[in-house]
């Protein structure tokens, strides 16, 4: 299927692994102009030399830390030299709270900052060019929403859902549309972390996954092209589940 995404600038955070990395694969593929966000910028370079090579276009990097204040503004500045258009953005960067750690409020601070505050600011910094795209893309990643345990990671996805419904409805009038992707237990180095040795991978996939595997970076990077291209032009105001039917309730 040709998603029409040629010469379309997409911005992209959280770039330099997993999800994140995926998405900005999957983007260029369609041949879009991509913009790489995150704060490992080796990372990030590498990964530009690798789209350049494949593609033919040189992504623009930026090394941002997004709980920066100055970060939406940095970027926004950067994409307008660079294309003079902004036609979608990705909010793929976000992290949990280990687990069992106790949350204090500096932890609440820094999650809310990572997994809301930070996708919000960049979106409000980048609106204006979006509407005058006139066909702006909005994806924001906000996690599993089946809290389980009290968590501040899961309290701040939670937000960000509620407020990206809320604004889809203010932004649909100049085109733009804004959905959020809540990926189960992906492959990635999150993921990996949390299920560090086989033994305890299988176990929850046997009891949690009725798909039987994780599911793949390229799975949830599909979904987002489609949800940025103009196939998905009625689609807006929507949390999206990708999870191969996880359950955690047995």
């Not at 990030?44 to 090394?63: F, K, T, Y």
């Not at 009725?210 to 092209?225: F, I, N």
Request: charged content about 25%; aromatic content about 4%.
């Amino acid at each position: 299927m040709d998603l029409q995404l040629n010469d379309r600038v997409a911005v992209v955070t959280g770039a330099s692994a997993g999800i994140g990395r995926a998405t900005a694969l999957a983007l260029s593929a369609e041949g879009a102009h991509v913009v790489l966000i995150a704060r490992r910028g080796d990372a990030l370079r590498n990964l530009a030399s690798e789209i350049e090579r494949r593609d033919g276009r040189l992504p623009l990097v930026v090394d941002a830390d997004l709980v920066e204040r100055d970060s939406p503004a940095r970027i926004a500045d950067a994409v307008q030299r660079a294309h003079g258009r902004l036609d979608i953005v990705v909010n793929a960067a976000g992290a949990a709270e280990q687990p069992g750690q106790s949350l204090t409020e500096e932890v609440w601070q820094r999650q809310f900052d990572l997994n809301f505050h930070a996708k919000r600011r960049l979106v409000e910094e980048c609106l204006p060019m979006l509407a005058a795209s006139g066909r702006g893309r909005v994806v924001n990643f906000v996690g599993l929403l089946e809290p389980t345990v009290v968590s501040a990671a899961q309290a701040a996805v939670a937000a960000c859902a509620l407020w990206s419904k809320a604004l889809s409805r203010v932004a649909a009038a100049d085109g733009v549309t804004m959905n959020c992707i809540a990926p189960g237990r992906v492959d990635s180095e999150q993921v990996r972390r949390a299920l560090p040795d086989d033994e305890a991978k299988t176990e929850f996939i046997r009891r949690r996954i009725p798909t039987g595997r994780l599911g793949a970076p390229q799975e949830v990077a599909d979904l987002v092209a489609f949800l940025a291209s103009d196939r998905a032009a009625y689609v807006t105001g929507q949390t999206i589940c990708i999870d191969g039917g996880m359950r955690w309730s047995m």
